[in-house]
């Protein structure tokens, strides 16, 4: 019973979807900068709805075998011994984040270095200097 309570579900968000996109197109045209179609184009539009999911399951449920086979005889498929054979490094995060650091080392290097924020962080109003406390005297 969980299934067919999920199936309405999906039901029902795509009944509100469909219903959204109505009213954008025939309510909101100006807000959404859309411009209605005949009912030409809603046919179309539906039809091509309508067949795209019986389409996919039948894809779907074809065996992948005989395809499979049949694109390696026609050449579309290409020779897996030409594929790439080596692995990811395997030395898994620290491998990831080492690489990284040498990248931005590299890119510091280019721009010259990284520059240090003290010099341009502005104090804060209840913050004194030294120089300003001589200043005011």
Known sequence: MRDFDLFLTFILISCVEIAAQIIIVF??????????????EWGI????????IPWGVII???????????????????KPEILP?????????????SMVRDNLGTFANIRGGRLRSSSFVLKSRSARLPQDDQMRM
């Open 27 to 40: 309510v909101g045209g100006a807000a959404f900068t859309v411009t209605r179609i005949g009912g030409r």
């Open 85 to 97: 054979t080596t692995k990811p490094d395997k030395e898994g995060w620290s491998g990831a984040i």
């Open 60 to 78: 779907r449920l074809l065996p992948n075998g005989p395809f499979e086979a049949f694109f390696k005889f026609i050449r579309l498929m290409g």
């Open 45 to 52: 539009s539906l039809a091509l709805g309508v067949v795209a």
